[in-house]
């Protein structure tokens, strides 16, 4: 879910803005994306946005060229978020298949590293974009090429990795999509069997109770 992002001004523990500087570039893309999340791309509007803010329009073009580049940076944040975040976490080193899993649901656990409302609000827009289609067709492939990769580290054959990391990434997203309205007790009751599921091996204990211990710092309760 969308928070209403916090600007570097109403923020206590930022460095004081000077000089004539109301909004930094960050604030203005972090409202843009608040706006891209909830309405959908049509309302990312330069003025719009500075009326939010309680700024001129033209503090705009001292960060941006125009309201396509705005667009455009949008777009980066989540390349360098969300897909580096997924192939980062596919990559990191773990001692068992389902260990490597587990830290692949890091990015459901902590939404600082993947942040599904933009993800979903990403893809509605490329329904309407070629370009965009074309950017969110090579991130789904870079996430699945690194999921694939990993399940291929741990002993799997090339076309049965393949399946195994698209149905976990297109079932986690598809259940992600649904939203179910499930407490964070049963999640983790349910993750051993998922593991199962996804890897056909049995997780350990230790390797459970690591990620419960992962999640209670990031999930809302």
């Known amino acids: 879910m969308s928070r209403k992002p916090l600007l570097h001004r109403d923020d206590p523990s930022a460095e004081p803005l000077v000089g004539n500087v109301k909004v930094t570039r960050e604030d203005w893309l972090n409202v843009a994306m608040d706006v891209l999340i909830t309405d959908g791309v049509e309302q990312v509007k330069v003025l719009a946005l500075a009326e939010r803010m309680h700024v001129s329009r033209s503090s705009f073009y001292w960060y941006f060229k125009s309201r396509q580049d705005l667009l455009d940076a949008l777009l980066k944040t989540w390349e360098q978020t969300n897909t580096a975040a997924m192939v980062a976490r596919a990559e990191a080193s773990a001692d068992t298949i389902t260990a490597a899993v587990l830290n692949v649901f890091h990015c459901i656990a902590n939404p600082a590293l993947f942040n599904t409302a933009l993800d979903f609000a990403v893809r509605d827009w490329a329904r309407r974009s070629g370009k965009v289609r074309s950017l969110l067709d090579r991130s789904d492939a870079r996430r699945v090429e ?28 598809g259940y992600d999509m649904a939203e179910p309205n499930e407490s964070h007790a049963h999640r983790l009751q349910m993750t051993p069997y998922y593991l199962k599921v996804f890897t056909g091996v049995e997780p350990s204990e230790e390797e459970l109770a690591d990620f419960a211990a992962f999640t209670e710092k990031h999930w809302d309760l």
């Not at 990769?149 to 997203?173: H, I, N, S, W």
């Open 146 to 173: 690194a999921l694939t990769k990993m399940f291929a580290r741990y002993g799997c054959p090339d076309l049965e990795a393949m399946t195994r990391a698209k149905v976990l990434y297109y079932m986690q997203l």
